[in-house]
């Protein structure tokens, strides 16, 4: 699905589109790579601290491609890959939590932010969760991703606890906030 703004700007405008990765071609596994390794080293959140080898990043989203569980969300930008999340589904044994799906490890490359990808990524997961017909989003963010805790809060994520002890970075401990969203009209249901 892409988004091609309309108007007197039109040309200027970025192209942006997210899709599912179903598999990947060397061009967009490069890309792909290449934003994750940009966003670790800019302080990404995404789990790492410093960027692993190319060749590990590459095992690691083939492996993401194969979990049963786990859906990769790819954003692009002018046709380049600029950043990726993942749609969570809770595993079959949790039958307690059947009904909540987790986004998980959002985030765009430096280079391609302020172009409004992140929030379509985030909007494209909420619907594929809902499509699923999951009744609630959750996510979880450490309380140094501004821009991240204002775009979750601004498409209508509660925020339902804090973490104290949620992540070490530099050799400090960070607060992570914890946020859910109801994605069905009418709220849980039974
Ligand atoms: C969070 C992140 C994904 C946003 O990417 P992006 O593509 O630039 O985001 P968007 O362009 O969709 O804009 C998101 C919103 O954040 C706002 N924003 C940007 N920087 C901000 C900042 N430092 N403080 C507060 N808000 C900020 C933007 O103005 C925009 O809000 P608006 O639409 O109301 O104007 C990106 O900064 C990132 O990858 N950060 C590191 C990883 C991370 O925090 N991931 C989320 C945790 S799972």
């Known amino acids: 699905m892409s ?5 007197p700007d039109a040309a200027q405008a970025a192209e942006r589109g997210v899709e599912r990765a179903e598999a990947f071609t060397e061009t967009d596994l490069n890309a792909l790579c290449e934003a994750t390794q940009a966003a670790i080293l800019d302080g990404g959140g995404f789990g ?3 960027p692993p080898p190319r060749r590990a990043l590459e ?5 993401v491609l194969l979990v049963p569980e786990r859906s990769l969300f790819l954003a692009r930008l002018n046709g380049s890959i600029v950043g990726s ?3 969570v589904r809770p595993p079959r044994n ?3 939590q059947a009904f909540a799906a987790t986004l998980m490890h959002s985030f765009v490359a430096p280079y391609a932010r302020g172009h409004g ?4 990524l985030t909007q494209h997961v909420e619907e594929a969760a809902r499509a699923l017909g999951y009744q609630v989003l959750n996510l979880d963010v450490r309380e140094s991703q501004a821009a991240a805790l204002h775009l979750y809060e601004s498409l209508g994520f509660v925020r339902w606890g ?3 002890a949620y992540a070490r970075v530099g050799g ?3 607060q992570g906030y914890f946020y859910y969203k109801l994605l069905q009209q009418g709220g849980m249901r039974g």
């Open 172 to 174: 400090l401990t960070v």
């Open 117 to 120: 990808m992140a929030r379509l």
């Open 94 to 96: 949790n039958e307690a």
């Open 85 to 87: 999340a993942q749609l």
């Open 162 to 164: 804090v973490h104290p």
């Open 48 to 50: 790492w601290l410093a």
């Open 3 to 7: 988004d091609r703004p309309q108007g």
């Open 59 to 63: 095992q690691y989203y083939r492996g």
